[in-house]
């Protein structure tokens, strides 16, 4: 029985969220790789609505969470979110969640960071302001404050000196005042019996379920177009967020992720600033942002929205080694006479059928369209490939022709049970 690993194949927000839960209830483990409280993911149960961030969205099922060494954790948003799910009744003790001793911190430092460098830019990258890129860079600079440093106030006092002194300039230059590394070591011991007891080998805590035969489930946050290589760079978030992090981001070799399901929204959207080819400022881009609800789960922004881009998600399909898609939100289409598929750009004179790595080339890129009939039929809450109307399901079709992966599942709403099963990815 092959593992699963969810991730976003367009730029996030693709419905991540309601998929993982629905595959949750056939794994046993639940594990995050990369990202931070960056991430919004929606869960619908029974009509109740959970809002989750940092934490996997395996907890509400009660299945064994594990926040990977590829996650930069603000331990302070850990505990907040915590206790957000446990007064909507979801108790979350250390045997359910896990958090990997060696995932880096992300620090109030890093946010000041963050959000200053976004209010003084004259190139904005529209961050969520959580302090995530800053963190990650401590880390690869390799003075970043790590889970288990915690649980070693000696040890922790001169890295938190070493990493005022490399913060010190940035934020004078910025125009912010100096941290207090007096105020930040007791700000840290402060949550650090909370933090610790969640604290383990989290590689081990994987390993063993491998040789228990247990399957797990791999959650993707953000999307392949915000990966810190292949995304839309600079416009990208500053992890790696293709499914091969899976393997990198919870300590498991590289057959660990299993069959990879790409999660793809019928028509593309994005938040953030970025070239985005496909985007409508007309009628049409109202009615995806109105009837989609396109409006960021974490930080409340407006998602930017455009037709499908075929060119993208097929390039996605390919660098994350995509065995199947989940089609999210198709009744969003629902009453749009004529739909339109990006099948190519064109960039000056040349037409081309992926997305180049030039920051100009990105800008410049307009869409090739293709156009199909709409339908005026109702697919919401379809449960049966059946009932949905001969329009969408050429639509359907025709994305899986022009993206080279068949579809696994087709969500319908919001709600859980409103999932047409096509092929089970746990059967690989
Ligand atoms: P950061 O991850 O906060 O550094 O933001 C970098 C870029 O990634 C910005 O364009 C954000 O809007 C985008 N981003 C980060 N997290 C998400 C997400 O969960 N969904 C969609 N976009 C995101």
Known sequence: MANVTVVGAQWGDEGKGKIVDWLSNRADVVVRFQGGHNAGHTLVVDGKVYKLALLPSGVV??????????VVVDPWH??????????????????LLVLADN??????LHRDLDQAREAASSQKIGTTGRGIGPAYEDKVGRRAIRVADLADPEALKPKIERLLSHHGALRRGLGLPDADAGQLFDQLMEIAPQILAYAQPAWRVLDQAKKAGRRILFEGAQGALLDVDHGTYPFVTSSNTVAGQAAAGSGMGPKGPGYVLGIVKAYTTRVGEGPFA???????GKHLATVGREVGVNTGRPRRCGWFDAVLVRQSVAINGIDGI??????????LETLKICVGYKIGDKVVDYLPAGMRDQAAAEPIYEEMEGWSESTAGARSFKDLNANAIKYVRRVEELIGAPVALLSTSPERDDTILMRDPFEG
Do not use: H, R
């Open 61 to 70: 099922q009660g299945k064994t969470s594990v926040i990977g060494n590829g």
């Open 78 to 95: 850990l505990l907040t979110e915590i206790g957000k799910i446990a007064d909507q009744g979801v108790n979350i003790t250390p045997d």
């Open 103 to 108: 995932a880096t911190l992300i620090l109030p």
């Open 278 to 284: 496909c985007e409508l400022s007309d009628e049409v």
């Open 326 to 335: 989940a089609l999210t939100k198709l009744d969003v289409l629902d009453g």
